[in-house]
């Protein structure tokens, strides 16, 4: 059986720390988890974001996403090394099922390019999904009015 599962950390940094402060946290878990064993399969930096609560007197905080695979031993030791950071204000570690989805490359930008190279195509699919509802609504209360017409 293979000893090694799928992890999920998200920590939650102080908002007021400079951007290259962040990348050197990010830099300084991701070497960590390394170093006791885990692989990390994806790094990524939120943003900044609003909490739900105050947490520690600050009501925004900087999110970064961190998956990994490990025994699950690495993982007390990179908790322990957040909870001493004094920039880290909440972590969680979830354990997954199985590994990550590919991400799928659907960005605004190449959909926007594709509309404009084919706009016949997208101009046809918006036409007929909007006619095949209103017909099957349309004609379900035509029916209804022709059976209460029929009855009276």
């Known amino acids: 059986m293979n000893d090694q599962s799928y992890y999920e950390t998200m920590y939650i940094l102080r908002p007021d720390i400079a951007e290259d402060e962040v990348t050197n946290h990010i830099d300084k878990y991701n070497k960590l988890l390394k170093e006791f064993g885990g692989i990390i399969l994806d790094s990524q930096m939120r943003g900044k974001r609003r909490l739900a609560y105050q947490i520690a007197k600050h009501r925004e905080g900087i999110y970064v996403q961190l998956s990994h695979q490990g025994d699950g031993q690495h993982i007390f030791k990179i908790e322990k090394a957040m909870r001493l950071s004094e920039d880290v204000i909440r972590y969680m570690t979830v354990k997954q099922e199985g590994p990550l989805p590919t991400?799928?490359?659907?960005?605004?930008?190449?959909?926007?390019?594709?509309?404009?190279?084919?706009?016949?195509?997208?101009?046809?699919?918006?036409?007929?999904?909007?006619?095949?509802?209103?017909?099957?609504?349309?004609?379900?209360?035509?029916?209804?009015?022709?059976?209460?017409?029929?009855?009276?």
């Open 103 to 152: 991400p799928r490359s659907s960005t605004k930008s190449s959909t926007q390019t594709e509309d404009k190279e084919n706009p016949e195509i997208e101009v046809e699919s918006k036409e007929k999904k909007p006619l095949v509802i209103a017909d099957t609504s349309a004609s379900g209360k035509d029916d209804a009015e022709t059976k209460e017409n029929a009855e009276s």
